[in-house]
């Protein structure tokens, strides 16, 4: 049976889409039941291994992909108005997880809406999310209810924006002007 | 003291000792907050991002081809090896397949860059133990790799090494006698090394059963590499996933059992063996080719991989170091995501250290092999 | 008057030799460490580098005296002059040549001939100590005052097998005076080997050379300086001359327990088989004396060094384990085989 098959089984509804890109296997679940998702696909399927945990920021790629479609519709010329579909949450984070014993690799990816951007902490499952749940916190703030220690990890604790959005400019804006140094006096 | 970690409460008669960002011991820019009860450390705190130059926002914003040097400043020590697992990811993204010659090409390289990271780390962790000499035997000879490199491709660290879709270049004519005069000396460093280590009876005290780990917590706290297979966790990507040429080549994984310093001490100095039997075994197979083979995939000038994501790891000198790239059709990668194995090796730290002495902080870090540049990327 | 004036002589003597000494063991180790580690070390100042210890003379007397903020000024101070005085007085009772004869007078090559000279070096030894832990404590850094206390406790502990090891040896010549101890030694053992020290105590020479090596802080049991894990040890907010006392006296400090070492264990400057006293004339013979004796010194000397790039450190706890748990039950041991041997044969 092929992964896929098995992913769906193990699944059932929650597994909302299926992506596959040259063999890499994504899965799409609902952001509300990761722990769950997870948790079942550790002791099920055997992926017994969180490879890596991240986020990506979809705002350019979705307003790209609706400028394009509206151009389309546009050169179509056909008159739909208020047919505006929402766009997708705009962050996703991924869970590469791993099964040592089967050699397999499965891409679980969940979204998540920037007005409500709350995930449940994988911490308990597994201890390597650690710091990449705090990396995701601090480059997108996207915050992981239940995580033992969620503060800023690479960039300091009073840094005001978060970097990996794509609307942070790639220069920065001067926030290391701002630094407050605290000194020690004898 | 400027900061105080918000971890550690200030009670009691512990000292709190900031290790870090600049000391000795702390290779790059680590630092580490512990909390000491004398010389026991009762809790550590390793804060890391003194090294975050953002490489992968970097990479959203240039080309294909351009974040192939961003990649050489991740493990400084294995530039190599980082090129490479960028470009297998990007080459996956597109489907390219790339000529054999210029895998065999790659594998050569890249075991000679195991072999330098090997030298580095062991040669460090001596040195942080006090023992100062084999140090300089084990540098002479990676001085001589670094001379190799240098002459194969301009650069001695950032190598900038290969291409998307291949290499940039054919090995040099006298590559052949180059390794055979550097195999010799590589071996007896090592052996040398080995004599005033590994049965010396202070290294072993300072070793054995220092910040051991259990396979199960290796594999939880996302262990790799080395320092996974010490703890007796058969798991090499060279096996297990086989890229590039690595399946026909006839290696040994060693294993550890108890997941100490020693441990993992002893499994590079095994792959350091192996990794000069692949390049062997590597070159006699690239000898075999046609002095034309191909060394590139045709490739297009500007790299434009259809929209997708995908994720390819390879056994880095670290663990696994793996790329996720995601592509929105456009000639820059749409995210960029690097999964270095020091990072999640080092978020375990506190745990493996707490109830140890300094001395063994020390020894540990040494151990796990923490490069700050693909730590803080 | 006239003896005051051999005595000062003696004094100057001693203390210019040993600062010498000092100053060449700098660029010995230097150039050893080069030698063991396969690299060239400092070549550049003179033939074969012999002026680097001046060029860093120099360097160390005209830098800036910085003095941290926050440190205690007095204790900062005291700490490096309470380091270096023992270390150069120490050597006092220690002779460094059998006699000389210059115009029918005698002239003993030691500065003191003290009757409880043993007891004078240990005392001095213990000094030490105190130098490094004010200097730790004054410095009112973290990592210096762990070095200092990590010395203290290594100090003390490792003086307890080196005296008791002495003393053992000081049962067997049943003397307190150092010359005595030298003299005892002439001709030879059970008529086969020298009469020498380490072949009537080799336990006690095995437990002295051990202790010695953590008296002098140098590798394996360099803790309190150890550069990895605490920057410098006490160290480590020294600089200009007053860092420069602190490596002079560890230096001079080094030359002392090797010449303690040849006096107890090797014969001081007897030769195996040889009496040089017999076909040597009295000034000829005083300065052979010096040069055998010199030589045996400067060959535990270099075992410093080589000893230092060969192995590992030790761990604090192993450390405190090998003092109290291995070297003291041995060192108690040998007294007590020593005190059986000397009233069975008495």
Redesign the interface.
């Known amino acids: 049976m092929s992964l896929k098959d098995r992913v769906e089984r193990c699944l059932g509804d929650y597994a909302t889409a299926f992506v596959e890109?040259?063999g890499?296997l994504?899965v799409e679940v609902p952001v509300e039941d990761v722990l769950k998702v997870i948790a079942s696909l550790k002791d099920e399927l055997g992926f017994?291994?969180?490879?890596?945990l991240?986020g990506?920021?979809n705002s350019?790629?979705f307003e790209?992909k609706a400028k394009a479609a509206k151009k389309k519709k546009k050169a179509e010329d056909e008159a739909l108005p208020g047919d505006d579909v929402p766009p997708p949450p705009r962050f996703e984070v991924?869970y590469?997880l791993l099964s040592?014993e089967r050699?397999e690799?499965l891409?679980v990816k969940i979204r998540v809406p920037e007005d409500k951007p709350e995930v449940d902490s994988v911490t308990g499952i597994?201890?390597?999310a650690?710091?990449p749940e705090r990396e995701v916190y601090d480059m997108y703030g996207i915050k992981f209810k239940g995580h033992p220690?969620l503060?800023r990890?690479?960039?300091?604790d009073e840094f005001p924006a978060y970097?990996?959005r794509?609307d942070?400019p790639?220069e920065g804006q001067g926030e290391e002007r701002h630094l407050s140094?605290?000194?020690?006096e004898s | 003291?400027?900061?105080q970690c918000?971890?550690i409460p200030e009670v009691g008669d512990f000292?709190t000792?900031?290790i870090g960002p600049s000391?000795?011991?702390m290779h790059g820019t680590l630092r580490v907050i512990a909390q000491t009860d004398g010389?026991t450390i009762l809790k550590a705190d390793p804060e890391?991002?003194y090294l975050?130059r953002?490489v992968?926002?970097?990479g959203?914003?240039l080309t294909y081809h351009q974040f192939i040097p961003l990649t050489d400043r991740l493990n400084y020590c294995s530039a190599i090896t980082n090129n490479v697992s960028y470009e297998m990811a990007v080459e996956?993204?597109m489907?390219l397949e790339v000529p054999e010659k210029a895998q065999l090409i790659r594998m050569i390289m890249m075991e000679l860059t195991r072999i330098s990271d090997h030298i580095v780390c062991i040669g460090i962790l001596?040195?942080?133990?006090?023992?100062?000499?084999p140090y300089?035997?084990l540098f002479?000879q990676r001085e001589e790799i670094y001379e190799i490199f240098e002459w194969f491709n301009g650069s001695r660290l950032t190598t900038t090494f290969g291409r998307i879709g291949g290499v940039e270049a054919d090995l040099p004519e006298d590559f052949e006698q180059r390794w055979e005069e550097l195999k010799p000396n590589l071996r007896k460093a090592i052996d040398e090394t080995d004599r005033?280590?590994t049965h010396?009876r202070?290294?072993m005290?300072?070793t054995i059963g220092t910040t051991a780990i259990s396979p199960e917590?290796a594999?939880?706290?996302?262990f790799t590499g080395p320092c996974l297979r010490a703890a007796g966790?058969k798991?090499d990507l060279r096996k297990?996933?086989p890229y590039g040429m690595y399946d026909k080549v006839n290696f040994e994984v060693p294993t550890g059992k108890h997941g100490d310093v020693f441990d993992r001490y002893i499994v590079r100095m095994i792959e350091m063996e192996e990794s000069i039997k692949i390049i062997d075994q590597a070159f006699q197979m690239y000898k075999e080719m046609a002095p034309d083979a191909p060394l590139r995939a045709k490739v297009p000038k500007i790299i434009k991989p259809p929209e997708?994501?995908?994720?390819h790891?390879i056994e880095s000198p670290n663990g696994?170091l793996?790329f996720?790239v995601?592509s929105?059709g456009s000639d820059k990668p749409?995210?960029i995501?690097i999964?270095p194995p020091c990072?999640?090796i080092?978020?375990?730290f506190p745990e493996l250290v707490q109830g140890e002495?300094?001395?063994?902080l020390?020894a540990c870090l040494s151990s796990l092999n923490i490069i700050a540049g693909e730590l803080?990327? | 008057m006239e003896d005051w004036g051999i005595a000062i002589i003696k004094v100057v003597f001693i203390w210019v030799w040993t600062l010498l000494c000092a100053t060449v063991m700098t660029w010995v180790e230097r150039r050893g460490?080069g030698m063991?580690?396969?690299?060239l070390g400092p070549n550049r100042a003179g033939p074969f580098g012999l002026f680097q210890p001046l060029a860093d003379g120099i360097k160390l007397f005209t830098k800036e005296d910085i003095v941290p903020a926050n440190a205690r000024k007095i204790l900062f101070s005291l700490g490096p002059i309470l380091f270096a005085i023992p270390a150069f007085s120490a050597y006092a009772v220690i002779p460094f040549g059998d006699k000389i004869v210059v115009g029918g007078k005698e002239i003993l090559l030691q500065v003191a001939d003290v009757n409880v000279g043993f007891l004078y070096v240990v005392a001095i030894g213990s000094m030490a100590v105190y130098g490094i832990v004010v200097g730790g404590w004054g410095s009112n850094n973290?990592?210096s005052i762990?070095g200092g206390l990590?010395s203290t406790a290594q100090m003390i502990s490792y003086e307890v097998p080196w005296g008791l090891a002495l003393l053992a040896a000081v049962l067997v010549y049943g003397t307190f005076s150092l010359r005595q101890i030298a003299l005892a030694q002439q001709g030879t053992f059970l008529g086969f080997l020298p009469n020498w020290g380490i072949f009537k105590q080799p336990l006690g020479f095995i437990l002295f050379i051990v202790a010695a090596y953590a008296e002098a802080n140098r590798?394996?049991f360099?803790?309190p300086e150890?550069?990895?894990?605490?920057?410098a040890g006490y160290h480590t907010e020294y600089g200009s001359m007053r860092l420069g006392l602190y490596l002079f006296g560890e230096y001079v400090n080094l030359y002392t327990l090797s010449a303690l070492m040849v006096t107890f264990y090797f014969g001081a400057w007897h030769l195996p088989y040889l009496d040089m006293s017999k076909f040597l004339g009295p000034i000829s013979y005083g300065i052979a004396s010096f040069i055998v004796f010199f030589l045996k010194v400067a060959f535990f000397l270099w075992l410093f060094v080589w000893v230092r790039?060969?192995?590992?450190?030790?761990?604090?706890?192993?450390l405190m384990n090998l003092g109290w748990k291995s070297l003291i039950p041995l060192a108690l041991l040998n007294l007590f085989i020593t005190a059986l041997c000397i009233q069975i044969t008495a």
């Open positions: 890109c040259r890499d994504c017994d291994f969180l490879s890596d991240f990506v920021d350019v790629l790209k991924n590469l040592l050699n690799r891409q597994w201890k390597a650690t710091w220690d503060r990890l690479l960039m300091w970097p990996l794509k942070y790639l140094y605290t000194t020690t | 003291m400027a900061q918000p971890n000292v000792i900031n000391h000795p011991a010389e890391i991002g975050h953002g992968e926002k970097l959203e914003n996956k993204l489907g001596g040195v942080d133990l006090g023992a100062f000499t300089f035997y002479i005033l280590f010396n202070i290294w005290d300072r917590d594999l939880n706290w996302g966790v798991r297990d996933e997708g994501e995908v994720y790891a696994e793996g996720f995601k929105d749409y995210r995501k999964r990072y999640m080092y978020q375990a002495m300094i001395a063994d020390i803080d990327r | 460490a063991i580690q396969d690299r973290k990592y762990l990590r590798v394996p360099d803790l150890a550069e990895s894990e605490i920057v790039w060969t192995v590992p450190r030790f761990r604090y706890d192993q």
